[in-house]
């Protein structure tokens, strides 16, 4: 079993940033891949970044492409996602979300173990 505990939301206001983290626990983190979804009031939970096991290759959403970075620490079980220039329409709940394959996924069905979300509020 992994559990993962989203951390590091809050309220910023437009053009600010916030740094996301995501702790993981339970099983052998280096061997899977993670990735970072959203969900807004309203809306269907989207993807918008993904790491592989290794962390050498990374996949991004269109919408958050130069403005998010995702990375890992395999040593310390941990996920992070940095975000900068943050707009109002980023506003949601962010998951993260592990996959036992060790690839990553720009699509909810390819993981298999998900957080409980971190609110991320952007003000205009």
């Known amino acids: 079993q992994v559990q993962l505990v989203e951390s590091g939301g809050g309220l910023v206001q437009a053009g600010g940033s916030l740094r996301l983290a995501c702790a993981a626990s339970?099983?052998?983190?280096?061997?899977?891949?993670m990735g970072w979804f959203r969900q807004a009031p309203g809306k269907e939970r989207e993807f918008v970044a993904a790491?592989?096991?290794?962390?050498?290759?990374?996949l991004y959403a269109d919408s958050v492409k130069g403005r998010f970075t995702i990375s890992r620490d395999n040593a310390k079980n941990m996920a992070y996602l940095q975000m900068n220039n943050l707009k109002p329409e980023d506003t949601a709940v962010y998951y993260c979300a592990a996959t036992l394959s060790g690839s990553y996924y720009a699509v909810a069905s390819g993981y298999n173990y998900w957080g409980q979300g971190t609110q991320v509020t952007v003000s205009s």
């Open positions: 339970g099983r052998t983190f280096r061997n899977y891949g």
């Open positions: 790491i592989s096991w290794s962390g050498g290759n990374a």
